[in-house]
């Protein structure tokens, strides 16, 4: 028994599995998956892998070239067969919730194909997938968390899906889709303030834009020049946002709600901005604090675990909620080296570093075959 990729030195092929059924034409799908596509390409490009991925769809089988990579969309009843026929090396499963895939998988695959699950965010789920979980969690070879090394498999582990001596890796779920500049671009929007002090998301509940505002409130006479931009998208919440606005009473015209842009802009907004600010009380990863970080601007947000991983050591975090440590840590943001935070993301939050983890998996998952 021996590695045959150490023999023979070939790539690993590893299928990527995307369960979700989608009703979507294929292009349209993929359109819709940016950063699955970008990772297949990163792989592709990278040598050490040979990448398929297998995508549910509830309409007619269709196959993507994506140039030295492929995307099958295959019917969700037909998916493991399909997968199991690109005879991999490795198998990885985007999602924890897909227990009927996983069932499907492990009745398919053969014992020496190892096989890697992604949390991409989403809670442990209802019972009855705990209880489907328990009789497969001997079969899945890694858990793959971002903010693993900071607890994001505790939920997982105290549903009995994920145990004690599982092996849980730590992995950045994607790198930034921007195009990295230190040149604000042409199009870039004016941020007043010093420091611009930038907010972006949802204005829902879980990302608590309420404690932004308030913390703001808290700091701005020991910043006064400092301006709070809110760029918001869903405007569920917006009621108690400007209600707060309003309780900053005088303080109130240094905070703006801007209407969402087409995200290939938000280049320009992270140059434009000092902060980063993220209040979020639930993420699985932080697309936004990594996309801002890259372009240098400084995070502050909450102690999540994903988002302790995509911070590392910038600065510390504050509990969700805490209005008082937030502002804080704005206070102390306006010290860090926005050049020494750009470099630091150019290691840690690259694309090349997200294909280096999942090589790293891979290799880790691989299971002896016989030559």
């Not at 489907?132 to 070879?141: F, I, K, M």
């Not at 309780?247 to 801007?258: E, K, S, T, W």
């Not at 699985?284 to 604090?289: D, I, P």
């Not at 601007?297 to 994903?306: D, E, H, K, Q, Y």
Request: charged share 25%; net charge negative.
């Amino acid at each position: 028994m021996k590695d045959v990729h150490t023999a023979t030195g070939r790539p690993i092929r590893v299928v990527m599995v995307v369960p979700p059924a989608t009703e979507l034409d294929p292009a349209d799908a993929l359109e819709r998956t940016p950063t699955l596509v970008r990772t297949l390409r990163e792989l592709t490009a990278d040598g050490r892998v040979e990448v398929t991925a297998c995508c549910a769809t509830t309409a007619a089988r269709a196959t993507i070239d994506g140039g030295g990579w492929r995307a099958s969309f295959v019917p969700a009843p037909d998916l493991a067969a399909a997968v199991a026929a690109e005879r991999p090396d490795v198998v990885h499963v985007h999602g924890t919730g897909f227990v009927r895939t996983l069932r499907a998988l492990d009745r398919t695959l053969p014992r020496h194909t190892g096989l890697v699950v992604q949390h991409h965010g989403e809670p442990p789920g209802p019972l009855r997938n705990r209880l489907a979980h328990r009789a497969l969690r001997g079969r899945v070879d890694a858990w793959a968390f971002t903010g693993a090394m900071h607890g994001q498999a505790e939920p997982f582990r105290a549903a009995g899906i994920v145990r004690r001596h599982d092996r849980v890796v730590e992995v950045l779920e994607a790198a930034s889709l921007l195009e990295a500049s230190d040149v604000l671009p042409v199009t870039s929007p004016v941020l007043d303030g010093a420091p611009a002090v930038l907010w972006v998301g949802r204005l829902i509940e879980s990302k608590d834009p309420v404690t932004a505002v308030r913390a703001f409130g808290l700091v701005a006479d020991r910043l006064p020049a400092a301006v709070l931009h809110l760029l918001a998208t869903d405007r569920t919440e917006e009621p108690a946002v400007r209600a707060a606005i309003a309780a900053l009473g005088a303080l109130a015209p240094r905070v703006h709600v801007h209407d969402p842009v087409d995200h290939a802009e938000m280049t320009g907004w992270y140059l434009a901005a000092d902060v980063v600010l993220s209040t979020s009380r639930r993420e699985g990863s932080g697309y936004s604090l990594i996309e801002a970080m890259t372009e240098g601007c400084i995070p502050v947000a909450t102690g999540l675990p994903s988002h302790r991983s995509i911070v590392g050591d910038a600065l510390p975090t504050f509990e969700p909620g805490d209005d008082v440590g937030a502002a804080d840590l704005l206070i102390r943001a306006v010290g860090v080296d926005r050049d020494a935070l750009r470099r630091d993301a150019a290691q840690r939050l690259s694309w090349a570093f997200v294909v280096e983890q999942l090589v790293g998996v891979y290799r880790q998952v691989l299971r002896p075959i016989e030559t």
